[in-house]
């Protein structure tokens, strides 16, 4: 069972409109990130969301954070070719020897934006 | 800073060979792990460190070797390279910090191995 379900898999659209990526759980989470990677790179950390409801935004991004902790969503207005790319969410389980726990990652959803 | 470099970038090995990822961050950072990312399966983890001299599996330690002697470096060892370890593999580090709030993840640009 994965920890951390994304959705969708992958995502087409093209430049201009908005969408919305998902990042669902079980589990209730001290905190959560999210990472954008493109091809040939590494994941780049993009936000890390802490408190029940919270919303943060970089930009075009905004990022929330589930009242109960357990899942995440990002939106993207007005999408741009850059911003394609493999978007991947991260946490640890909260209360699980919290020290040492390391990231689980989600699968990531494949966004490709067309111009 | 150079931040944390992976070695090679490229690989191509027989089944059977052996070798070492070579991973190293300059950002004196405690926590260093490796995980391989695989088409439709994500960033898995393989084995991990919180520190010089301690090393913990991951979600798929198997066939694979770790050793943490100097916090800089964490090299991942294959004994006996088999197919299934075709995979683009990606070392990552961060400051152990406070871990109820996540620290942010640096990662390598990642090393791409292919087992004939």
Redesign the interface.
Known sequence: TQLLEQSPQFLSIQEGENLTVYCNSSSVFSSLQWYRQEPGEGPVLLVTVVTGGEVKKLKRLTFQFGDARKDSSLHITAAQPGDTGLYLCAAAPRGENSGNTPLVFGKGTRLSVIA | NAG?TQTPKFQVLKTGQSMTLQCAQDMNHEYM?W?RQDP??????IH?S?GAGIT?Q?EVPNGYNVSRSTTEDFPLRLLSAAPSQTSVY?C?STS?GE????E??F????TQLSVL
Not at chain 2, 99 to 102: L, N, R
Not at chain 2, 107 to 110: D, E, H, P, Q, R
């Open positions: 944390v792990s995980y439709g399966m994500g960033l898995r983890l991990y919180v913990d991951g990606f990552a152990r871990w109820i709030i996540m942010k993840l990662f390598g640009s990642g």
